[in-house]
């Protein structure tokens, strides 16, 4: 087997525990994801089986979507619905403050990560200090957010539900654009729930939740939910001949007929995904190979 799942993860598993729900049922130890879900939020997450792990920086590196729920009045501790919860300071926005506000979040800039996040800084992991009562600071970096919707506003007891449609670049914390848009609107703010949408050119309409694939699984067919990883590599392509093809598999840099393209590019042999590689000056040297079929 080798491709992609689009699996439907629900809220509770993480992203580990769904990489051995898919060793378990295709027999093979050969499994990854691209781009990890916390446990708290569900949708998209791309499950790479056998030799598509090669691919995991290409297929994480897209754009993503999200449905997000902030909630406006209360601060998180881990930024998110985990918690533990506090009041906000101040009474909630209005819906035309929000408006103005979330378009601050709209660009490229420079995003403090949760304190409660796998990033590491000297070494430490971020989660394990702030767990052990002993949080560090873990340096900002850019992002992009292509775009953010305001999908619907409504109040609460003491706080003001907002529900936002993020399209955004790899390494986008959504719980940070949560946690800093309560800051700006000076209430506090944390994550309630999250639902990726879109990731890896795989949407949410067409994932598939663990227990579909459970039965696809028992009834000989879980082939049917892999998808083949050319159809979401989106690179520039290649095509070679039968001979340079051989040479390209080999791990030999290959001639390029025309000399004209240049960068990474998705190499095949007709249909047949090859790997990937890098064409400069004419030549195309092999980056990432997938094992001959059968071989």
């Known amino acids: ?56 920086e290409e297929l994480s590196g897209g754009q993503k979507r999200y449905d997000a729920l902030v909630r406006l009045g209360q601060r998180s501790a881990t930024d998110d619905a985990e918690g ?3 009041s906000g300071t101040g009474p909630p926005p209005d819906a035309a ?33 702030a767990r052990a009562g002993a949080p560090i600071e873990v340096p900002a970096r850019m992002v992009t957010v292509d775009s953010i919707e305001i999908l ?6 003491a706080w003001l539900d907002v529900r936002l449609d993020i399209r955004c670049g790899p390494g986008t914390y959504i719980r940070s654009i949560a946690r800093d848009l309560g800051e700006l609107l000076g209430c506090g703010g944390h994550l309630a729930a999250l639902r990726r949408t879109e990731a890896a050119g795989l949407s949410v ?45 080999h791990g030999s840099a290959v001639d390029l007929a025309d000399g004209a393209s240049n960068g990474r590019a998705a190499v095949f042999a007709g249909s ?18 997938l094992p001959v079929p059968g071989g």
Request: hydrophobic share 45%; proline share 9%.
């Open 272 to 289: 047949e995904l090859l790997g990937i590689g890098t064409a400069a000056g004419g030549s195309l040297q092999p980056d990432k190979v």
């Open 84 to 86: 533990p919860l506090t």
């Open 205 to 249: 309409v067409d994932a598939l939740p663990p227990t579909q694939l459970e039965r696809l699984a028992a009834d000989g067919r879980l082939a049917d939910a892999i998808r083949p990883v050319a159809d979401l590599l989106r690179l520039p392509r290649i095509a070679l001949g039968p001979d340079d093809a051989a040479r390209f598999r």
């Open 152 to 157: 619907a506003i409504g109040p609460g007891d």
């Open 97 to 129: 403050a929000v408006e103005r506000a979330v378009g601050d979040f709209v660009g490229t800039f420079a995003q403090r990560p949760p304190a409660f996040s796998a990033r590491k800084s000297g070494g430490q992991t971020a989660h394990r200090a």
């Open 1 to 56: 087997m080798l491709g992609v799942v689009n699996l439907d993860k629900p809220v509770g598993p993480t992203s580990h525990d769904m990489v051995g729900l898919l060793r378990r049922l295709t027999g093979t130890r050969r499994i990854g994801h691209a781009g990890t879900l916390d446990p708290l939020a569900s949708g998209v997450l791309p499950i790479l089986v056998g030799a598509a792990t090669r691919f995991s």
